[in-house]
């Protein structure tokens, strides 16, 4: 079992950034690929960014390619995303999760574990 928290949302202006963590309970953190997904109310959550086990490798969606980064550090067992000239579009609650695999994976629903979610709102 593997326990995500993330930290780190609040409300920004446009053009803002901002650094949302993700703080995994387990040791063997480094096994897992990570990634990052948002959510809308009344829509699907969203692949947002995705990390390699070992880091390295990432994936990003078309919509926050250029503007957002997602790193990993093994040692403390968290992820990061930084996003940068944030949009109004990218307000939502952002979610971490992992999968024990090695490579960066796109698709929610291959994830094995979540993190509650945190709130990012994008003021204009």
């Known amino acids: 079992q593997v326990q995500l928290v993330e930290s780190g949302g609040g409300l920004v202006q446009a053009g803002g950034s901002l650094i949302l963590s993700c703080a995994a309970s387990?040791?063997?953190?480094?096994?897992?690929?990570m990634g990052w997904f948002r959510q809308v109310p009344g829509k699907e959550r969203d692949f947002v960014a995705a990390?390699?086990?070992?880091?390295?490798?990432?994936s990003y969606a078309d919509s926050v390619k250029g503007r957002f980064t997602i790193s990993r550090d093994n040692a403390k067992n968290t992820v990061y995303l930084q996003m940068n000239n944030l949009k109004p579009e990218d307000t939502a609650v952002y979610y971490c999760?992992?999968?024990?695999?090695?490579?960066?994976?796109?698709?929610?629903?291959?994830?094995?574990?979540w993190g509650q979610g945190t709130q990012v709102t994008v003021s204009s």
């Open positions: 999760a992992a999968k024990l695999s090695c490579c960066t994976v796109v698709v929610g629903r291959e994830y094995d574990y």
């Open positions: 387990r040791r063997t953190f480094s096994s897992y690929a």
């Open positions: 990390i390699r086990w070992s880091g390295g490798t990432t």
